[in-house]
């Protein structure tokens, strides 16, 4: 097939072009490398069967395609409120103009959707069947509400256009080719605890978090994608749930550092709790994820003792 990826410069666009070249397929790789790099896919320039366009997504493209994973958008809280509007603009525009190409060429369309539609949630852990408790005018609205929106749309054009849609709701995710600044928990510990620095926790540390691997969540994806019982809205997530104080000991532990863990400020609006329930990605796509926290951790500090 030719797979539209957008956003596939990033850190989840990267491992899925990777997933979908060595499953034999041809991939147009659209990003404005705003948060992504032509490092993440510079080992993809030589293969034939991949190609990089750089484009905005808040602007139409036309690409004949059997199928669109539509990733484009800042995930990182500090890279996401950098320009506001513009990750709104992101989301729905991106959303319409995937569904608009998708409507015309009759390509399956999927959404990297996220935990964040869940807000901080009252329900615990979250299904799918939540409908969150999200601020519509804080800090992170701009990230949560696009997202929101665009599952609006997919579901509109799904009804309305009958767009063959498929839905995920992501939750965090780590490994290789996260952004070494882009402010996310697990890269900020890792990054400090290699340098010797202080290990940044907000708030108290007692908020929770659930942390799925790279590798498990693009298998998650493909598995979404290529099949035709149900188009989501699926959770795909790791139900382990650590808070961040556990995640810091976690890093120290492994990277053996002798870095010292500091409080600072807890940002606004910063969810308590999260875990994924993940009954319907069993149930659907037999699906669940294989790599534990350790392990993965492990990894990942393999890759960014490259780096930093
Ligand atoms: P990332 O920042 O590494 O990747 C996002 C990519 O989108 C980057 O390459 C960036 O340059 C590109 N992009 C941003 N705005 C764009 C625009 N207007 N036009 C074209 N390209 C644009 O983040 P990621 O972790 O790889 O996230 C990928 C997707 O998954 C995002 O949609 C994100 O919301 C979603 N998601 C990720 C997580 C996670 O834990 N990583 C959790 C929930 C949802
Ligand atoms: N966090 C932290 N120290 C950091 C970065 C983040 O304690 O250096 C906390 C943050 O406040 C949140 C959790 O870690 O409670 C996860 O943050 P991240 O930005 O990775 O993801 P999100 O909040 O979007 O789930």
């Not at 539209?4 to 979908?20: K, M, N």
């Not at 992501?170 to 952004?179: A, D, E, L, S």
Request: glycine share 8%.
């Amino acid at each position: 097939m030719r797979i539209l990826v957008t956003g596939g410069a990033g850190f989840l666009g990267s491992h899925l072009c990777d997933r979908l070249l060595a499953d034999g397929n041809e991939v147009v790789c659209l990003d404005n490398l705003f948060t992504g790099s032509k490092a993440n896919i510079a080992h993809l320039a030589t293969n034939t069967n991949f190609e990089f366009v750089r484009h905005d997504i808040i602007d139409p493209f036309k690409y004949e395609v059997d199928q669109i994973y539509n990733l484009a958008c800042p995930a990182s809280p500090p890279h996401y409120q950098y320009n506001p509007i513009k990750t709104t603009k992101t989301s729905v525009m991106g959303a319409i103009n995937c569904l608009g190409l998708a409507k015309r060429v009759r390509a399956r369309v999927f959404q990297a959707s996220t935990s964040e539609v869940y807000g901080d949630p009252a329900v615990h852990p979250q299904p799918e069947s939540y409908w969150g408790n999200v601020n519509p005018i804080g800090k992170r609205s701009c990230y949560d509400e696009g997202k929101r929106c665009a599952e609006t749309l997919f579901f509109d054009y799904h009804r309305e256009n009958k767009v063959d849609i498929r839905v995920v709701r992501i939750f965090n995710t780590y490994g290789p080719r996260m952004h070494p600044n882009d402010g996310r928990v697990v890269s900020n510990f890792i990054v400090q605890a290699l340098k010797g620095e202080n290990i940044t926790i907000y708030g108290d540390g007692q908020q929770t978090r659930s942390f799925c691997y790279v590798d498990d969540l693009i298998e998650g994806f493909i598995r979404l994608m290529d099949q035709t019982e149900t188009v989501g809205p699926i959770n795909i997530g790791n139900p382990g749930e650590f808070t961040m104080l556990e995640l810091a000991e976690n890093v120290l532990k492994i990277t053996k550092s002798k870095s010292k863990i500091v409080h600072k400020p807890l940002p606004s609006d910063d969810p308590r709790q999260r875990k994924p329930d993940i009954t319907l990605a069993k149930k659907y796509l037999k699906w669940e994820p294989k790599v534990p926290l350790a392990e993965g951790l492990k990894r990942t500090i393999t890759y960014f003792k490259t780096k930093v």
